[in-house]
């Protein structure tokens, strides 16, 4: 039976998948999850494939992969992996983003969230630890990677910046110095 779903061709309910494939999937996703860093774990019941093929673009565009896989295939893609701590996560039907930019990905599934009330976020995982729906929203909140590197660098260069002034203002205050000093001799 072929696929009529959104979803990549991966595991659809009503779809029969034989032994091979299975582990081909379970392949895939210990392979992608073992390189990324965070990861979400949503429930989707009740959005459409139209919602879903959203979701699926909102996240691509941040650099994030959305898999909708069966629970015991996404455990045993979970083994030996920072995803191990989601693994109470993975009941009923649920879709699993994953990627290397958590405030990226938190952002993305957050604000889709907040236009589709049928995705419910449940938790996560970041470096190897479990965060709730919470830590998720928090990590929506941050700014992103480029502003957070951006205002560190700005941090950075203040004290040189001033250290450049202060070197610049020695000469300046010699020639003043040298200047009065000269004022002087002349007058007298």
């Known amino acids: 039976m072929e696929c009529k779903f959104s979803c990549a061709g991966r ?8 032994k091979q494939d299975k582990q081909t999937i379970v392949e895939e996703l210990h392979a992608a ?6 990861g979400v774990v949503a429930q989707y019941r009740g959005l ?13 565009q941040a650099g994030v992969s959305l898999q ?9 893609a979970a083994e030996d992996t920072g995803f191990k701590a989601a693994e109470e996560l ?8 994953y990627g290397s930019d958590p405030v990226g990905m938190a952002k993305a599934i ?3 969230a907040k236009e589709h009330e049928a995705l419910e976020i449940r938790g996560g995982v970041l470096d190897g630890k ?3 729906a919470a830590g998720i929203k928090a990590l929506a909140n941050l700014p992103s990677r480029d502003v957070l590197l951006s205002k560190m660098l700005g941090s950075m260069q203040s004290p040189i ?14 020639v003043r110095v040298l200047a009065a000093v000269r004022d002087q001799k002349e007058a007298a």
């Open 11 to 18: 595991i659809c309910k009503g779809v029969e998948v034989n």
């Open 33 to 38: 999850w073992s390189e990324s860093s965070a």
């Open 48 to 60: 459409t494939v139209t919602e879903m093929g959203e979701l699926r673009r909102g996240l691509n």
């Open 68 to 76: 909708v896989v069966k629970n015991t295939l996404a455990r045993r």
């Open 90 to 97: 993975f009941t009923g039907p649920v879709a699993i983003a």
């Open 110 to 112: 957050s604000d889709f």
């Open 130 to 132: 479990s965060i709730d």
């Open 161 to 174: 910046s001033g250290f450049v002034r202060t070197l610049n203002e020695i000469p300046g205050s010699f």
